[in-house]
């Protein structure tokens, strides 16, 4: 028992090194999109869920993650799961400044009650300034919308609220 | 066995749904009326491809779970066994599409196709909000799941309603020409399917709620709402307008061509 423990927390630490796709400073870790991982005997289980449903970084992920863990001699299946849904609110606070230091705006707020479809203030993650606009709700990836700096003139990704 | 053949036809419906209206949403990839609403448009359209597979892959399951005895097709063509998503959505023809019409009718101007998704999306908001509460747990996760992409695309093509409504004597006169156009798919979305039988399910309700945001939306907007009544239907059971078979020749020939080819 103690040394499955020992080899989940190894699993995970191999999880760290895994990153998302779009966004390759944040691991799937801190992304949020690992729902548990089970190990039995040397059959790992991960089981993970979808940041949107149509993210075609996710079939990526899932490949990652199984050549990551296949390279430390795991025999990997994984598992994907739906509910409860992903949100936002699960990006680690690690994540949040990563995407920060990367250019992108981490997530304004929490994600449940909505009010995140209301117009939002997004510190600039160039200068900080909170003199900044929506350009579009959809940026360059299904989790992004994108926003100009009014400040630095900068536009930027937005991570946005789901 | 027969609650088992409608939850599969219910899910083939939702499916269905969400397929054609993706497929239409991303013709507007590459030419949108300026880069962030041509990327705006693609991303709601691969939200929908991403419900399609989930709907998909579960009706999949249940039909592998038993296969004798379901017949899964109106016309009795035999549908390709094991099932898999992509052989539910390339594999199919016409007649065993069970989406609703309003998904399928062609994008036409930047005006219907944004009133076309504030319509659709609008009724999605509210039937998902019913599945919650589906009996069967798959059911309900995909429309939670579902929900946060949908409150999105409300949202997005809202804001075009109003913009364009509220906007310059042109996207005003194009936006009331939309309603014109499309008013009559609209019916269609409140005639509850023979199969959706999921107590949970009350179209009275989305009706009702559904009109009141719409009235609301297009009174802000200074747009009427026709007095004209006649109701377009049939696409649930299969009765569809010429526009599907041209969308299906198009999305399904690589796979009917070349069978299972990969990429």
Redesign the interface.
Same mark, same amino acid.
């Given at each position: 028992m103690v040394n499955n423990t020992i080899a989940i927390n190894a699993i995970w630490k191999i999880l760290e090194t895994v990153k998302d796709p779009e966004v390759p400073v944040l691991s799937v870790v801190d992304l949020g999109v690992i729902r548990g991982v089970a190990l039995e005997e040397q059959l790992v289980t991960v089981t993970i869920t979808?940041t949107? !449903? /149509?993210?075609?970084a996710m079939d990526m992920i899932s490949m990652h993650i199984k050549m990551a863990l296949n390279a430390a001699g795991y025999q990997t299946t994984i598992q994907t799961?739906? +509910?409860? #849904?992903? !949100?936002t609110d699960w990006i680690t606070e690690n994540g949040k400044q990563q995407l920060k230091a990367y250019g992108i705006a981490p997530p304004v707020g929490k994600s449940f009650d @909505?009010t995140y479809?209301a117009d939002l203030i997004v510190p600039c993650p160039q200068c900080n300034s909170t003199h900044t606009v929506l350009? +579009? @709700?959809? /940026?360059? !990836? #299904?989790c992004k919308a994108?926003y100009k700096c009014e400040e630095c003139k900068e536009p930027f990704d937005y991570f946005k609220c789901? | 066995m027969t609650n088992q053949k409608n939850e599969i036809d219910f899910l083939l419906h939702l499916a269905d749904n969400a397929l054609i209206i993706g497929h239409r949403n991303s013709e507007w990839c590459g030419h949108g009326p300026i880069l962030e609403q041509d990327i705006a448009i693609t991303n709601i359209a691969l939200d929908y491809i991403g419900q399609a597979r989930n709907f998909y892959q579960h009706a999949a399951e249940l039909i592998n779970r038993h296969p004798i005895g379901i017949d899964i097709t109106q016309t009795g063509n035999d549908i390709v066994l094991p099932a898999t998503e992509d052989s539910l959505a390339y594999l199919r023809d016409v007649r065993e599409f069970k989406n609703l019409l309003i998904t399928e009718i062609p994008n036409g101007d930047w005006a219907h196709t944004t009133l076309r998704l504030f319509l659709l999306s609008e009724f999605e908001m509210q039937l998902f909000t019913q599945l919650l509460q589906h009996p069967d747990a798959q059911v309900a996760a995909i429309a939670e799941k579902s929900i946060k992409e949908v409150s999105y695309h409300v949202k997005w093509s809202q804001d075009w309603v109003l913009r364009l409504g509220d906007g310059t004597d042109e996207s005003k006169q194009r936006m009331q020409a939309a309603i014109e156009a499309i008013w009559a798919y609209t019916g269609e979305l409140f005639i509850q399917p023979e199969y959706a039988t999921a107590a949970c399910l009350n179209y009275a309700a989305i009706q009702a709620a559904w009109n009141k945001k719409v009235s609301a939306v297009f009174e802000e907007a200074g747009l009427n709402i026709p007095s004209k009544t006649f109701v377009q239907k049939g696409g649930a059971e299969g009765m569809h307008t010429e526009h599907l078979g041209y969308i299906l020749a198009e999305m399904q020939y690589l796979q009917r061509a070349y069978p299972n080819s990969e990429w």
């Open positions: 979808p949107y !449903t /149509g993210c075609p799961v739906l +509910s409860p #849904a992903w !949100t @909505q479809l350009v +579009s @709700q959809f /940026g360059s !990836t #299904a994108l789901h | -």
